[in-house]
């Protein structure tokens, strides 16, 4: 529709400086003299959070009516794509009919703590679950015409300080953890805009990386979309725009355009970095001008309905002992907890959506059985109530069986700061000690954006993880706990036993402003294998009513040098119902002689069976999914060598395995002078060279004669072995010039 060429070449210096901040919160700024319209961003990223401008001054969170979707910590779990597309679509056509053209989310960054208040929006602590997820939901967005805005771009993985802490971040976690769920989300599904975010990643503000816009996002991934600011995240305007940002958001102010426009006429803004940004902002324009449907309507109601089989989708049942799930219908049933009657299904801050309308489990559950309520505990206290602990003890007595509606109130956790505690409130504790007592037949229901510890995980038979699970969650959960439903999600995240166990405890969030990820690529699982660490629940872990076994593990190959590897696995539904399984693909490799995590998700699939049906799920791996990222190179380098290919049920519930082997050249190994001796001797030729060394290495330790024997000759060859090429002129009557000569010829030599 718009022909930039020309309107770049028909604008004035001032007219592209100012299409490079918001009109004001909202809006892009228009060019009426051409013609270019202005259009609306809106929050998302489980919902249409539309600033209502039918008010006369209205606030930044005052927003029209829309439904709420279940929070991206839940979704996250359904591990379904095509849910997440379906997702995005529905968030479109609420968008199309409001006139939105780009909605800010996917919100997909790392949970490095599962303390970070923001987690309930995010998807996971892996980066290919996180990645596919995004890119699912971008897809089913974009599909209808609207854009998205990728956020927050990168490693925004804490609120403490949020806008202005700096991150130290080796560069090995960044690409492995922090980058590459951005890259699998851009490279797969093809974002409109990325919105970067608040924080310095290693010293420098992400809206002014140029490594990080420029780089990274657009060389080496080869995004062709808008940057844009988080809000109130450009430090520096011309820094910004010289490093690949476009929009800077909201409106600062007519100061930003006049120092863009002083610096293009000063040169500092070159013509090109300026067409640049000014040309991609009229891209987006021109998009969302292609992709608008005017006169869109959708049926709110219908939204709802799908919020609520989503939500279905994104619960997981952690615990089923002695199969109390699901509920006899037509019983009578204790409904205990104020979020029985008050789900909390959003979390607070900008993706907080004003809900069309709220299905509580109190009202969905009176469709299966009868329910006695009684509240349990005060959502705005956290000691116990003797009273209403006696009252629910009193209806856990009266009924069949009772359900406890635990979670985690509003002001526990939000956008804008961290938590400080895993632990729920006191007083949702101790209902639980006094309810078991009475009732055995008690399951849990938690309302929570992120784990939470849980002291009687052990003696409860039943734990259904409801996330924030939108307006229809009550619905959902329902659903579930009288078996209209089959659960079939499973955890994004792992639950640890306690605080102090998880990865980041020692650094999260940092002090005085500065994080550093000392931790490094050991986050989430990655790390409760490595140390071998009991977990409350794994990453990957979920129940259904039914069960599943798994069979016939085939590689197309067992050698892989390019190219890809089919792996196919059986899955049969053996139980009586049916039901959905999500199948996890790890790779693990069996002797690394770096650093590695035990095993990591490569892929996933999930499959719908009847019961006693069989299907084959089969997914591809390629070299990278093999690959670390190798800061020698600055580059992700599959290791030759063997590796397990694992189709799991979960992390820690590994079903079978097939051996394969990847073949690569090796890594050029970089020599001087640092070199220790025995990596030098791996060299092909090098013993020629080194010839020296040796001898008189072995005279002065000894090694020639017989007096150490044979333990004391194998402890002098390994000090031998660790001793750099320029010390052997301490230890040996080798000169430097020697050593010089020595590591010279060596580095001449060809490596494979
Ligand atoms: C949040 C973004 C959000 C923006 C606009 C920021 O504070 O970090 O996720 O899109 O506000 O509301």
């Known amino acids: 529709m718009l ?10 210096v001032e007219e592209k400086c100012s299409l490079l901040q918001g009109k004001n919160d909202w809006y ?3 060019v009426e003299r051409l013609g270019i319209p202005s259009v609306m961003v809106s929050d998302g990223p489980h919902g249409l959070r539309k600033q209502d401008d039918s008010k006369e001054n209205p606030g930044m969170n005052e927003a029209i009516t ?10 996250a779990c359904s591990f379904d794509r095509s849910l997440l597309e379906e997702l995005g679509g529905l968030l479109a056509d609420e968008c199309q009919a409001e006139h939105v053209g780009v909605l ?4 997909a960054n790392i949970k490095r703590s599962p303390l970070c208040g923001r987690n309930f929006e995010y998807y996971s602590e892996d980066p290919v679950l996180s990645g596919e997820i995004a890119a699912a939901w971008i897809r089913g967005l974009q ?8 956020k927050h771009f990168a490693a925004n993985n804490q609120e403490t300080l949020r806008m202005c802490v700096n991150e130290t971040i ?3 976690p960044l690409r492995e953890i922090y980058l590459a769920n951005f890259e699998r989300a851009v490279t797969r599904g093809k974002p409109w805009t990325m919105m970067c975010s608040y924080n310095k990643i290693n010293g420098t503000y992400s809206s002014e990386n140029s490594w990080l816009l420029t780089d990274v996002l657009r060389k080496e991934w080869g995004f062709d979309g808008l940057v844009m600011t988080d809000w109130g995240a450009c430090n520096d305007h011309v820094a910004g725009i010289k490093s690949g940002l476009e929009l800077e958001m909201p409106r600062a102010g007519d100061d930003d355009d006049a120092i863009a426009a002083q610096a293009v006429r000063d040169g500092r803004i070159s013509m090109e970095e300026l067409d640049r940004a000014a040309g991609r902002v009229l891209q987006l324009v021109d998009r969302v001008l292609e992709g608008r449907k005017e006169g869109m309507v959708f049926d709110r109601e219908a939204h709802h309905r799908k919020s609520r089989e989503m939500a279905r989708e994104a619960m997981v049942l952690l615990k089923n002992d002695n199969e109390l799930l699901p509920l006899a219908r037509g019983g009578k049933v204790a409904f205990i907890g104020a979020f029985a009657e008050n789900p909390r299904y959003q979390g607070g801050g900008s993706s907080h959506i004003t809900s069309s309308r709220e299905l509580c489990a109190l009202e969905a559950g009176a469709d299966y059985a009868e329910i006695i309520y009684a509240r349990g505990f005060d959502l705005t206290a956290a000691e116990p109530d003797a009273g209403l602990i006696a009252e629910a003890v009193q209806a856990a007595r009266e009924a069949d069986s009772a359900v406890l509606f635990l979670g985690l109130p509003d002001e526990r956790e939000s956008e804008g700061y961290d938590r400080t505690t895993l632990a729920l409130p006191e007083n949702q504790n101790a209902l639980v000690e006094a309810v078991l007592a009475a009732q055995p037949n008690t399951a849990v229901v938690l309302h929570n954006g992120a784990p939470v510890v849980l002291p009687w995980a052990d003696r409860v038979p039943a734990i259904l993880e409801a996330y924030l699970g939108g307006q229809a969650c009550g619905g959902a959960v329902a659903d579930l706990l009288f078996g209209e439903a089959n659960p079939c999600a499973k955890l994004a995240e792992t639950f640890p036993l306690r605080l102090e166990d998880t990865p980041c405890y020692l650094d999260f969030p940092g002090d005085g402003g500065k994080a ?20 409350c629940f794994p990453f990957g872990h979920g129940l259904s009513y039914t069960t599943f076994e798994y069979s016939n593990l085939t590689l197309s190959t067992d050698t892989l040098e390019k190219g890809e590897i089919t792996v196919s696995v059986d899955v049969t539904n053996t139980g009586k119902r049916a039901g959905k399984e999500i199948v996890q693909f790890y790779v693990h490799p069996l002797a690394p002689q770096v650093s590695r995590p035990v095993r990591e998700l490569k892929e996933f699939a999930k499959v719908a069976l009847e019961s006693g049906e069989t299907k084959t799920v089969t997914v591809t791996l390629t070299p990278r999914d093999f690959a670390y990222w190798e800061t020698g190179i600055h580059g992700w380098y599959a290791e030759p060598g063997e590796y397990l290919v694992e189709a799991a049920a979960s992390s820690r519930d590994i079903r079978l395995e097939k051996k394969l082997t990847v073949v690569n050249r090796p890594l050029p190994v970089p020599v001087s002078g640092d070199m220790p001796y025995g990596e030098a001797m791996k060299i092909p030729g090098a013993e020629k060279i080194l010839d020296s060394f040796l001898k ?6 000894g090694l020639a004669s017989d007096q150490l024997g044979e333990s004391g000759k194998a402890m002098m060859e390994a000090m031998l072995r660790e001793l750099p090429l320029h010390s052997c002129c301490s230890f040996t009557p080798v000169t430097r010039e020697t050593v010089a000569k020595a590591v010279e010829a060596l580095q001449k030599l060809p490596q494979a």
């Open 3 to 12: 022909d930039i060429q020309k309107l770049l070449a028909e604008m004035t």
């Open 66 to 75: 829309a439904v709420c979707f279940p929070a991206g910590a839940g979704t």
């Open 170 to 172: 080796p560069e090995r």
């Open 28 to 30: 892009t700024v228009p």
């Open 143 to 150: 599909r209808k015409g609207v854009g998205c805005s990728l």
């Open 516 to 535: 550093t990820y000392s931790e490094g690529i050991w986050v989430g699982y990655r790390y409760y294998d490595k140390r071998s660490m009991p977990v």
């Open 104 to 107: 800010l989310g996917p919100a």
């Open 696 to 701: 008189d290495a072995q005279s002065i330790a």
